[in-house]
Structures are given as structure tokens and as C-alpha cells.
């Protein structure tokens, strides 16, 4: 594998420097694919399956409410974004583009944010897979183990993002829209049993503003991933017009099918046996017990399964290509940056991401960590690396227009906005500081970044000012 030393510049025209792309599939994507990617790093089926749940326990009946301003926030993000993709296409995703306006050392944290941000992600809705699973078995006397779950999950998807994108994207968009078909249709079923009674929702009854702050970082996490179609510059159809609208219409459908769901969902289990934030409920099977159908509730778990399944192919889909893109500019280990001669895939970096999500899985699990626990905890550290990277596209993007003299009042708006939004996420996150272990988190992230920045400035000072740029395999 050859390697190009460039200068290191303020910002990466990476229409020239496309290193990034060389041996993936070019051209590979539909629209559809493409969309299918930031709609399974979504996931929307963990939000009535496992998110609403949490994001009750703080914003009680304004859990709709938060799920509307973090639909908004993510927009105008979306809007930040686009000023990028829409004029260039990198596997890097948020990474490159950052590197585009901020340079390499914003760009760096960027991806070293995301690297865990989709990583944690992975763990914490693979983890998920196991009490939907024990509810489908529990009436065969059969008891699966969750370490045997955790590797038959992260095994296929391991072979699936070594395999091939396409079979990933197709297999991702076919296993969402079943499992939010059928979810619909159980809260169809629910509320024709016990009425929509919305007036204490639509009146915000009992909400505070540190309960929205609260319910705001699990509202975001609900659509973290959004950005993921970014990711598959190299690979899509179009990607200068594919991902902007794969970016805005992942968002606005997430949305839409989440506050629909906090209305049903807050006002059918307002008079059931279980509260809504009981840690002990599996959301999914008691809506099929109020509906009174059982069946519908063995098919929604199934789908919340395989949503879950969809979700972590999604992150290691992602994760791989930024560390191919980082790897290939010489930030970290240079075999990350390889890709499969005949499949086209980031092989290696796909390979990295299967071990390293399957050993934290097993080893939480193994401390004897409640599966709860490890989707929670997962979750609220992914939530801060994907706020960090969007805070930041917000900043390039406003920094990109002005030095391209493109800066227009609606971009200064969405990326202020955004910012805000993104902002009152992190304060609910930790004011007031959470109570343990959830008060080691920030701690935990922050130490992750502090160590990367180290080991990005001495291995700078080690091999000199540049950036270097791989010709590929």
C-alpha cells in the first residue's frame, strides 16, 4: 500500500483527495439503500421498544414534546450537514467534513467522537436483543444464554459488513419497515382498547424543564445515527443528492413515527397495571397484552430483534468506513484502512469493530451488569460523541460558507439553533450529575478523548507536520 505525504492544510478539498474511496464499491446505492442506512442507525423500533421508556421517566407527559424539539434540533443539524454533502462525497462522513472547514485537528476529534459514539451504540442495542429473545423462547422452557445472543448477533453482522454493502442495505431497510409496519399496527390495536386521551399530554401536565433537559439526551439518542448515510459517500448513487435527502427524510420519518408513538404509548399504559418507566417492562409485549393480542406480540418482538440486529450492521457500517478514511490519512493504524479485494468492504476495520463490540458486551455482562444497564450506559456515552460531532458540523459549516462567501441567514440560523438544542442535551445530561454509575460517564468519555488528542499530538510530533494521504490497496 503506497503512501502520498501532503502539508498539512487548513481544509481538505476531498473531491481531489479521494483516497478515501479507493477499493469500495463505487455507484453500489440506490436512494433507497442509501436511505436505508441512517433509517437502521436510527433504529426506530428502540424507541417504542426500549428509549420512550426512559425519555417518560423524565418528561412524563411531555415526552412527545421532547421528541419534537429533538426532531427540530436534528433538522437544522441536517441542514449544517448538507452544506457538505451536498458538495462533496467521503466515506469519512462527519470526519472529513469537519477536516474540510475546521482542519485535521477538529477533524480528528470528530472522528475519534464517533468512532466510540457508533461503537457504544452497537453495544448498547445488541444488548437489547436479549430480553426480546428470552420473551419469544420463554414459553418453549428453552433458556439462551445471553453471551451465546451476543455472538450469534455480532457474528452475522460481522459477516454481512465483511460480505457485501449492498446485501447490508437491502437487508436493513427490509427489516425496518416490518418491524415499524407491525409496531403501528399494535398501537392501532391498543388504542382501540383503551381510547386516546391526550389533554394531559398536549398541556405538558407535570413536566419541568430539567425533566425536558433529562429526556432530552435519551430523545436525541433515539435518532443518533441519522447522519450515517454520510458514510457511504464512496458507495451510493448520486451521493452529492442521495445523502442530503437520505440525511433530511431519515429524520423527519423518525420523527413523525416517535411523537405518533408518545401520544399512543403515554396514553394507553396511563391506566395499566406497570408503569410506563418500570425498568422491568419489555414496552413491546405489554402493548400486545393491552391489545389482547398475543400473537402480534411474538411478531413485534421478533421485529424488535431483528431492528436491533439492523441497527448494530448500521454502526459497524459506519464505524468501519471512518476508520478506513482516518486510517488512510495516517491517524491511526494503516491496516484499518484496508479494503477486501474481491468484496469491497473495509474488511479489517469491519473485523476491529465485531471483536471490540462483542468483548464489551461479554465483559459487562460477565460484571454482572443488568442488560438495562449496559443499553443505558452505552447510550448516554454515544449520545456524548455524536453531540460533540454535531456541534462541531455546525461550526464547520458556518465556517465553510463564509470562507466559500456562500453564508446565508438560514444556515447562521440552523447551525445556532441546532447548536442549542444539541446544547440543552449535554446541561440535561449531567445537571444535575447523575447518580452512580451513570456519574462515571462523562468522566469515561472524557478520558477516552483526552487520550486519543495525546496520541494524535505525539504522533504528530513523532512523524512531523503532515497529513498523510494512501493511495489505497
Not at 64 to 86: D, E, S
Not at 173 to 188: D, K, N
Not at 252 to 265: D, E, H, N, Q, T
Not at 268 to 277: C, E, I, M, N, Q
Request: hydrophobic share 55%; proline share 4%; glycine share 10%.
Amino acid at each position: 500500500m503506497a503512501t502520498i505525504e501532503a502539508p498539512v492544510a487548513d481544509h481538505l478539498d476531498l473531491g481531489e483527495h479521494n483516497h478515501h474511496a479507493v477499493g469500495l464499491r463505487r455507484d453500489a446505492l440506490s436512494f433507497t439503500e442509501t436511505l436505508a442506512q441512517s433509517i437502521a442507525n436510527i433504529a426506530p423500533t428502540l424507541t417504542p421498544a426500549v428509549n420512550l421508556q426512559l425519555v417518560f421517566g423524565s418528561s412524563g407527559n411531555g415526552t412527545w414534546f421532547t421528541y419534537l424539539l429533538a426532531t427540530l434540533g436534528l433538522l437544522l443539524i441536517g441542514v449544517c450537514i448538507k452544506q457538505f454533502a451536498g458538495k462533496t462525497s467521503t466515506p469519512g462522513a462527519l470526519y472529513s467534513y469537519v477536516s474540510m472547514s475546521l482542519g485535521p485537528t477538529a477533524g480528528f476529534i470528530t472522528g475519534w467522537a464517533l468512532i466510540l459514539a457508533y461503537l457504544a451504540t452497537g453495544v448498547a442495542v445488541a444488548s437489547y436483543t436479549v430480553p426480546y429473545a428470552q420473551t419469544l423462547v420463554k414459553n418453549l422452557h428453552f433458556a439462551l444464554p445471553a453471551v451465546l445472543m451476543f455472538a450469534l448477533v455480532v457474528g452475522l453482522v460481522w459477516l454481512i459488513a465483511y460480505k457485501d454493502v449492498r446485501i447490508s442495505a437491502k437487508m436493513m431497510l427490509a427489516l425496518e419497515g416490518i418491524s415499524i409496519t407491525l409496531i403501528l399496527i399494535l398501537g392501532a390495536a391498543m388504542i382501540a382498547h383503551t381510547g386516546l386521551h391526550l389533554g394531559p399530554q398536549l398541556s405538558l401536565k407535570g413536566m419541568t424543564l430539567n425533566g425536558l433537559q433529562g429526556g432530552m439526551v435519551l430523545g436525541v439518542f433515539s435518532f443518533v445515527g441519522f447522519e450515517s448515510a454520510t458514510a457511504l459517500g464512496a458507495e451510493a448513487k448520486n451521493p452529492k443528492r442521495s445523502i442530503p435527502r437520505a440525511v433530511f427524510m431519515s429524520t423527519a420519518i423518525a420523527g413523525a413515527f416517535f411523537i405518533l408513538m408518545s401520544l399512543v404509548m403515554v396514553s394507553a399504559f396511563a391506566g395499566y397495571k406497570t408503569h410506563l418507566d418500570d425498568p422491568n417492562l419489555v414496552a413491546l409485549s405489554a402493548m400486545a397484552e393491552i391489545a389482547h393480542a398475543p400473537f402480534l406480540g411474538v411478531l413485534v418482538s421478533f421485529g424488535a430483534i431483528i431492528s436491533l440486529f439492523a441497527c448494530t450492521l448500521a454502526c459497524v457500517t459506519a464505524t468501519s468506513r471512518i476508520l478506513l478514511s482516518m486510517s488512510r490519512d495516517g491517524l491511526i493504524h494503516a491496516h484499518l484502512g484496508k479494503s477486501h479485494s474481491t468484496n469491497a468492504t473495509p474488511h479489517v476495520a469491519a473485523t476491529a469493530c465485531a471483536i471490540l463490540m462483542f468483548a464489551v458486551l461479554t465483559g459487562l455482562f460477565l460484571k454482572g451488569f443488568a442488560i438495562l444497564d449496559i443499553y443505558n450506559m452505552n447510550g448516554t456515552i454515544a449520545t456524548y460523541g455524536f453531540l460533540l460531532a454535531y456541534v462541531l458540523i455546525a461550526v464547520g459549516a458556518v465556517v465553510s460558507a463564509s470562507r466559500d462567501k456562500t453564508l446565508s441567514p438560514w444556515l447562521i440560523f440552523s447551525a445556532v439553533v441546532g447548536t442549542l438544542f444539541m446544547g440543552l442535551a449535554i446541561k440535561g445530561s449531567v445537571s444535575p450529575w447523575p447518580a452512580a454509575p451513570d456519574n462515571y460517564l462523562p468522566e469515561i468519555f472524557g478520558v477516552y478523548m483526552v487520550l486519543g488528542l495525546i496520541w494524535m499530538f505525539v504522533d504528530r510530533a513523532r512523524s512531523g507536520p503532515k497529513l498523510r494521504l494512501s493511495s489505497g490497496d
